[in-house]
């Protein structure tokens, strides 16, 4: 019997669970707010979803019910991805150690 | 145009590129490339999906036109934000999430045939299970969101919002979502996929508004959580490995961060997610006590008396910090502290501020190199051989009763000792309590002098009384 590619998307998550789970362990706790930012936008990969949604419209009709959704979803995830990546990457620049800081 | 499986792959590169970017995080020097690969792994998962759908049609332009407006405020945002406002920032950003998510679900029931998901009154049976998890967890995700940006940034008061039989409607509603999504399964209605939305999007707003102030570092953990089980959801209805991928990092990431945060409270997630904490207010009884305990108060000049005199000092920030936004007052004030050769460092509790991290951002943002930083019990054992404790914007996590008093309802929670060090200075508006509603201990202390004032004020004026 041939198994359900369900199953195997299912052991993805799984798997993915105990890595997620091993990596934040070894954050440390000084970058939790960076840590948050940046699980931010890489949620919002969830774009390829909209993109899927936007892109189903026909050349007569490209804006119907549905792929209006998917424009809209864009629009909120492109906000994130920049503004999740950009901000984590502002935050980051602003770590320092104690060598550089001499005046 | 490539082929799924070869579009399958790349999806799966750019998913260990995510969990590469979480992996930098483990250092600050690794932090930056982590940062790099989280945006390549981005790029790749973006420009795949336009590669394997390869038919262009007009839509295309529209496609990247709203990608650029998205991403042109996106970046407006992220250079304009001010540090301080970290908290509702990311509040924010989980609720967009959210609402991509269920806006994402929506076209995919709209128009299952773009998903290969079926055709429209046939979906998948999985698929619909799928969906239905997504689009409710993304809207519970988005109203959750909401109410907490409008908690953090002060537009709704930080007070709990309780009211009877509040935990019984939340039950009722969270049942009628399973029963809700059973009966869509069966018939594949329309309607009851939106009455799905609109009760999911309640259950988010019930859900946030009995918790408090004080416990937004649990909320905002959480709900990050949820964005991430969210984008698992969709993950799974689109049969994308980055996507599935993703979400679990990001759902993990966010349950850890809720449990050190609860951890850090000694409180169980459960209590917090029934909230209510912070609400009662016996402060009658508090008010004779504060009448009947002598307080010794000081001014700039008896502060910088105290620090020059020092050897060693300890700072410990707290929200009021970032409230007054004192970080680079306080940042001159050790420069010249450290001129005098006396030894600073900053001891931060895991949840001084509003969410997890936050004031190791406020301090890097002042340019406090981030190994004169420390946590909780990294430093605690330092406040005994130390000159002394300035503390700034703090309370509750510095309050010795919740290690003498088992009545107090913060008993057990591990806090700061504050109190081993020779002087404490207090910088404090006033003697009114904490987020807990509880009186502390040790602004009565015979070694704790209060400074009355607004943080960054006092701040500034300790410096002119340094040189």
């Known amino acids: 019997m041939e198994i359900d590619p369900f199953i195997f998307r299912l052991s993805i998550f799984i798997l993915s669970i105990f890595i997620g789970y091993y990596v934040v362990w070894s954050v440390t706790p000084s970058l939790h707010t960076p840590l948050m930012s940046v699980t931010n936008a890489i949620s919002s990969v969830i774009i390829v979803g909209a993109i899927i949604a936007a892109l189903a419209g026909t050349s007569e009709s490209i804006f119907n019910t549905s792929s209006i959704f998917g424009f809209i979803a864009i629009i909120l995830a492109a906000i994130n991805i920049f503004g999740g990546f950009l901000v984590t990457q502002r935050m980051l620049q602003m770590y320092k150690k104690k060598k550089d800081k001499k005046k | 145009m490539i082929s799924a499986n070869l579009a399958a792959i790349f999806y799966l590169v750019s ?6 970017a979480l992996r930098g995080l483990s250092s600050p020097d690794t932090s930056r490339q982590g940062n790099y690969f989280g945006i390549a792994g981005m790029v790749i998962a973006i420009v795949v999906t336009f590669l394997s759908i390869g038919n262009f049609s007009s839509s295309l332009i529209y496609v990247i036109m709203f990608l650029v407006i998205g991403g042109a405020i996106g970046a407006f945002i992220a250079f304009k934000i001010p540090m301080t406002a970290m908290p509702e920032l990311v509040a924010g950003f989980h609720s967009l999430v959210g609402l ?25 049976l999985a698929s619909l299970i799928e969906m239905s998890i997504g689009v409710a967890v993304g809207a519970i995700t988005f109203s959750g969101s909401i109410i907490a940006f409008l908690k953090l940034r002060g537009i709704m008061s930080g007070a709990p919002i309780t009211f009877s039989g509040q935990h019984i409607l939340n039950l009722l509603l969270g049942i009628s979502i399973f029963v809700l999504i059973f009966y869509l399964c069966k018939t594949q209605s329309t309607n009851i996929f939106w009455t799905v939305i609109v009760i999911s999007f309640l259950i ?10 004080a416990d937004m570092p649990v909320v905002i953990s959480m709900l990050n959580s949820y964005s991430g089980w969210a984008a698992a959801g969709i993950g799974f209805t689109l049969e994308n490995t980055a996507l599935i991928i993703t979400g679990a990092l990001v759902g993990s990431s966010g349950a850890i961060l809720s449990y050190i945060m609860c951890k850090a409270m000694n409180r169980s997630f459960v209590s917090v997610i029934l909230g209510g904490f912070g609400a009662d207010n016996s402060a009658d009884d508090k008010k004779e006590k504060k009448d009947q305990k002598p307080v010794k108060s000081g001014n700039a000049e008896d502060a910088a008396f105290l620090m020059k005199n020092a050897s060693s000092v300890i700072i410990v920030p707290g929200y009021g910090m970032a409230v007054a936004q004192a970080q680079h007052a306080l940042r001159e004030m050790v ?9 600073v460092t900053y001891a931060i509790h895991p949840v001084a501020g509003r969410m997890p991290g936050h004031m190791n951002v406020l301090l890097a943002e002042a340019n406090v190199p981030y190994d004169e930083v420390f946590e909780l019990e990294d430093i605690n054992n330092d406040f005994a051989n130390s000159d002394v404790a300035f503390v700034i914007g703090a309370n509750d996590v510095t309050n010795p009763v919740a290690k003498t008093d088992p009545k107090s309802p913060i008993f057990g929670m591990p806090v700061l000792d504050v109190e081993k060090c020779k002087s404490v ?22 070694n704790t002098l209060m400074l009355f004032a607004d943080a960054k004020k006092m701040t500034e004026d300790i410096v002119k009384n340094l040189d």
């Open chain 2, 15 to 20: 998913g260990i590129l995510f969990i590469l």
């Open chain 2, 100 to 124: 991509a998510a269920v806006f994402v679900a929506i076209a995919a029931f709209l128009n299952p045939d773009a998903f290969n998901l079926g055709i429209v009154g046939n979906i998948k």
């Open chain 2, 204 to 213: 988010g707003v019930l859900l946030i508004i009995p918790i408090g102030g």
């Open chain 2, 335 to 343: 420069d010249k502290l450290k001129k005098n050769d006396i030894k």
């Open chain 2, 425 to 446: 200075l207090f910088v404090k508006r006033s003697l009114s309590p904490g987020y807990a509603g509880i009186d502390n201990e040790l602004f009565y202390k015979d």
